[in-house]
């Protein structure tokens, strides 16, 4: 079956420009994360979303930083006001749930190049 | 601070060499652990969730350990398949994940 996919594979902003970042989870998925993976860095969880909430969004790195999810499914993560350090592959996931231990399948990841 | 802390960064290993790879954590609260495996320019790959201290899970050449404070990832007679860079994470009582920074294995033919 399809996998969680995201979109665009590439971006390439300049500074000081809006970006969207799309993520499709896997049909039937309730639970949905977003991650943020520096050049040679370990992965930054940001966000999850259990249904449509976002119980917790202390993890966003800044308030130019915002990820809504509409019908329990898609899910966009709006950089406002791109900045280089912004410039990073952005993953996610989705599981089945947000139950404990819980394994998450990643997409491909949305790479961002903020010149 | 909650930290996880992997290491070695990296790892050479002729093919057949086995070894493992570690995984110490600091969390208030551990609703799991796990591992995943990333290949170069694509989203990591679940391999294992640990849940309690004592338990241990097997795939293919792979076992994975838990004990309180650390995990690790054995690798048996490893193939140069089998070169990537693994991944730790745990999940907080909060439902947080906490990533650690990886360790790339190279395997040698």
């Known amino acids: 079956g399809a996998g969680v996919s995201q979109s665009p594979s590439n971006k390439v902003t300049e500074k000081g420009k809006d970006v969207e970042l799309r993520c499709d989870p896997i049909?039937?998925?309730?639970?949905l994360y977003w991650y943020r993976q520096s050049l040679g860095q370990g992965l930054e969880f940001l966000i999850y979303?259990?249904?449509?909430?976002?119980?917790?969004k202390s993890g966003l790195p800044s308030d130019r930083f915002s990820a809504e999810r509409t019908g329990g499914s898609v899910s966009t993560l709006t950089i406002q006001r791109t900045q280089q350090e912004d410039s990073a592959v952005y993953l996610c996931?989705?599981?089945?749930?947000?139950?404990?231990?819980?394994?998450?399948?990643f997409g491909p990841g949305t790479r961002l190049t903020v010149t | 601070e909650d930290q996880v802390t992997q290491s070695p960064e990296a790892l050479r290993l002729q093919e057949g060499e086995s070894s493992s790879l570690n995984c110490s954590y600091t969390v208030s609260g551990l609703r799991g652990l796990f591992w995943y495996r990333q290949d170069p320019g694509k989203g990591p790959e679940f391999l294992f969730t640990l849940y309690s201290a004592g338990e241990e899970k097997e795939k293919e050449r792979l076992k994975a350990t838990l004990t309180k404070k650390e995990s690790f990832l054995h690798i048996t007679a490893p193939k140069p398949e089998d070169s990537a860079t693994y991944l730790c994470a745990v999940q907080e009582q909060n439902n947080d994940m906490r990533f650690g920074a990886g360790t790339r294995l190279t395997v040698k033919p």
């Open positions: 979303f259990q249904g449509n909430s976002a119980p917790d």
């Open positions: 049909s039937g998925h309730t639970a």
């Open positions: 996931a989705s599981s089945l749930d947000i139950a404990g231990g819980r394994e998450q399948y």
